[in-house]
């Protein structure tokens, strides 16, 4: 461990700090912890500026990932370190799934599901509870990340409000979560995300698993139908869609009912369809900086 | 390949386009091609500015990574694109030396020699023509860079002029080729350079590897000591390092001896020692814009 500036633990943390690295006038730390939710060993990146560091709450972004990633990718190529330095905001992306542990070198080892295609199982999980064996024993990333991780990440870091916002599965969990759970966070908004699981093709092959045959569950995990269900949350959201981006031409992403579900729901969403980029990392370097400004404006206000 | 805007390849080109990504307003790229220097594939990748896409000259930056890396790591880590996008400067990171080719899906296989040391053999090479079997065949990544890269680059991308930067090992290299090369190379800058290859334990195990025991080729092949020889080539020089790199503290960097061979050149030498940086990639992003700017002023001056 090196370069560890200010910031302490609580006595009792359940949280064994795995790296820090300097980077701007802040730190990139990783974490792991034993989750309760997922009876898993869970990992996440988080970002404190120095003001944090030095025990001053900051306004938070909890960034969910998208299929196949985990905290580092995007903790390495979205490059929002800079302009969170700037603003004094801190950036936390925790694991998209929990995760089998090898056996080789681990005597606790764990064993999880998973599935061989790539939209199901570990890497997936749509940050839902699953109810169906036998993903229900782990894949129960809703409430990891709304009550356990939120809470733990309250009680170690002084965090003063969260927002919260995602890429591809992950904005549509950032969408989902974000009006399902509209007390917990102060602002929304989803890169590329997928806008109604129910209806796609990757989200009914995964919620056929986690979910069996009970469409009423189907669609309380659509961000879609949930926002059009409960209605205005936030006095904006942001949403930016790349124009050249394969899986909304596949049908993968369906913006258009998220459109259609935010004017239903008169929920003001500033929508932007950005010609030529695709789905990559690529296009969220692009864009990530005006996503964490309008973090940090919602944060201001509230 | 997607998002491709108006670039185009010359009609006999040796290059093989393997991605097209938008980013900011630009394009990244990666290419392969078939080098006569290492009679090996070499893949680079090139962030091309909207400018260049459209045919106009702009001024390039020459990236060369760090022991172990390849183009990937500073094409995702750097977070050089933004800056390069602003400014309308091209980015080109090549690899770091020939690498063997898999026979299990290719009939073309092609076998590199390499070392159980990561600073020797593939992945390393210190951008030198090993004279020494059996590395000379193919670790020729001097005449790759300078002359056979070089000329690609500039038959098939509108380059105005070239600067050369780079990482560790690779910060050697823009050091040493900068000052070797000085006709070439508009600019220079370092980022935790090697300073001085033939006094450290890293590029003494590689040197002796590719040259043997004749150490008029080991100097020949150390930035500190061509520095000292050409004397100033360059109106000023920018090199960066983290004060608490465990790399400097166990002696590989040795950063004074590039301060006193600029001393006795009389070579300009900004050289900022950044408290509690290591030697990451966090670092990089976190002083990278300062090299792209240091590298489009020796531009605009040239």
Request: aromatic share 10%; charged share 20%; glycine share 6%.
């Amino acid at each position: 461990m090196n370069n560890s500036y200010n910031h302490s633990l609580s006595a009792n943390t359940q949280l064994t700090q795995k790296s820090a690295n300097r980077c701007f006038n802040g730190e990139q730390h990783y974490y792991s912890h034993q989750s309760t939710s997922t009876k898993t060993p869970m990992t996440f990146s988080i970002y404190l500026p120095d003001e944090a560091l030095a025990g001053q709450r900051c306004p938070a972004i909890l960034y969910l990932s998208g299929l196949t990633c985990n905290a580092d990718n995007v903790t390495h190529k979205a490059h929002f370190q800079q302009r969170c330095s700037e603003l004094g905001m801190i950036f936390i992306a925790p694991d998209t799934s929990p995760r089998s542990i090898s056996t080789s070198d681990n005597d606790d080892a764990v064993e999880v599901p998973n599935d061989d295609r790539y939209f199901v199982g570990q890497g997936a999980s749509y940050y839902v509870d699953a109810t169906e064996a036998p993903w229900s024993d782990n894949f129960n990333m809703q409430s990891y990340i709304v009550e356990e991780l939120y809470d733990l990440l309250r009680s170690e870091f002084p965090i003063e409000t969260i927002g919260v916002t995602g890429h591809s599965m992950g904005g549509h969990g950032a969408l989902l979560l974000g009006f399902k759970f509209p007390g917990k966070f102060v602002s929304v908004s989803a890169l590329s995300p997928v806008c109604a699981a129910s209806e796609s093709a990757w989200g009914q092959a995964a919620y056929t698993e986690y979910f069996g045959e009970d469409k009423s569950l189907w669609s309380d995990a659509d961000a879609s139908k949930i926002i059009e269900k409960v209605g205005q949350q936030y006095s904006s959201i942001l949403v930016d869609q790349g124009g050249a981006d394969d899986f909304l031409l596949e049908g993968q992403l369906q913006t258009d009912k998220l459109q259609q579900a935010c004017e239903k729901a008169k929920q003001p969403l500033t929508l932007r369809y950005q010609g030529g980029n695709d789905h990559s990392y690529y296009f969220i370097q692009t864009v990530i900086n005006d996503h964490i400004e309008h973090h940090w404006r919602m944060a201001q206000l509230s």
